[in-house]
């Protein structure tokens, strides 16, 4: 019987990111490595591929499992199938990112290399960030949100359960008495600059770059 397993719930592209982080946390210890994936099978990034049944079938002291799956609805779903099936919950930090003082981050959450969260934060379940995210002082963040890459989050902002919140967006900062909400659902695009409270639910989409048209060259 394997005293420990740790398994990353996803083999696709952010499964594959998150695998160099699950092998420095579980390098030192008497544990197997693996990926589960429901619609794939086989070998990823040379780690054995199981289907969650074949995974619960496994005898084993401890099982642990990261979800590794950018939907939030998706994630949510796995993580209370996670709980029913008694597997404990599993959180990926790179050992580059940085919690600076007083944060508290739930269950199930992943740090990608270069996230900082800074000062006074309260961070729900099942919280991703991808790399250079950041995360400023007195925030309050849902459970099931999602950072893409190089999201920039102010101080004194509260997001809402299951936002989405997209590549190189920047929040700008509230104040203590009066924190920019974004609400429960809110999708923000990739690029969109916030500025004020978003409403449960609304789809943020940045503006597209417009090319740059010169006339009368050449007279």
């Given at each position: 019987?394997?005293?420990?397993i740790?398994?990353?719930?996803?083999?696709?592209?952010?499964?594959?990111?998150?695998?160099?982080?699950?092998?420095?946390?579980?390098?030192?210890?008497d544990?197997?490595?693996?990926?589960?994936?429901?619609?794939?099978?086989?070998?990823?990034?040379?780690i054995?591929?199981?289907?969650?049944?074949?995974?619960?079938?496994?005898?084993?002291?401890?099982?642990?499992?990261?979800?590794?799956?950018?939907?939030?609805?998706?994630?949510?779903?796995?993580?209370?199938?996670?709980?029913?099936?008694?597997?404990?919950?599993?959180?990926?930090?790179?050992?580059?990112?940085?919690?600076?003082?007083?944060?508290?981050?739930?269950?199930?959450?992943?740090?990608?290399?270069?996230v900082?969260l800074?000062?006074?934060?309260?961070?729900?379940?099942?919280?991703?960030?991808?790399?250079?995210?950041?995360?400023?002082?007195?925030?309050?963040?849902?459970?099931?949100?999602?950072?893409?890459?190089?999201?920039?989050?102010?101080?004194?902002?509260?997001?809402?359960?299951?936002?989405y919140?997209?590549?190189?967006?920047?929040?700008?900062?509230?104040?203590?008495?009066?924190?920019?909400?974004?609400?429960?659902?809110?999708?923000?695009?990739?690029?969109?600059?916030?500025?004020k409270?978003?409403?449960?639910?609304?789809?943020?989409?940045?503006?597209?770059?417009?090319?740059?048209?010169?006339?009368?060259?050449?007279?």
């Amino acid at each position: 019987m394997t005293e420990k397993i740790f398994a990353i719930y996803g083999a696709s592209g952010f499964g594959r990111e998150v695998l160099p982080l699950a092998k420095d946390i579980t390098q030192n210890k008497d544990a197997k490595l693996i990926f589960i994936d429901d619609e794939n099978k086989g070998v990823c990034n040379g780690i054995k591929i199981m289907q969650f049944d074949q995974f619960i079938s496994l005898e084993s002291k401890e099982k642990h499992v990261c979800l590794a799956i950018a939907d939030n609805k998706i994630r949510q779903y796995l993580f209370h199938k996670l709980e029913e099936n008694n597997i404990s919950h599993w959180s990926v930090s790179a050992k580059n990112s940085t919690i600076l003082n007083d944060c508290i981050v739930g269950e199930n959450s992943i740090l990608a290399p270069f996230v900082t969260l800074t000062s006074n934060i309260r961070i729900g379940k099942s919280f991703q960030a991808n790399l250079y995210s950041y995360v400023g002082h007195d925030c309050r963040i849902g459970n099931f949100v999602t950072f893409a890459p190089a999201v920039k989050c102010n101080g004194n902002v509260k997001i809402e359960d299951n936002v989405y919140i997209g590549t190189g967006a920047i929040i700008k900062q509230g104040t203590s008495k009066k924190p920019l909400v974004i609400g429960e659902g809110a999708v923000i695009g990739m690029g969109a600059i916030i500025t004020k409270n978003v409403p449960p639910g609304t789809k943020i989409v940045a503006r597209p770059t417009k090319p740059l048209i010169r006339t009368g060259l050449g007279k």
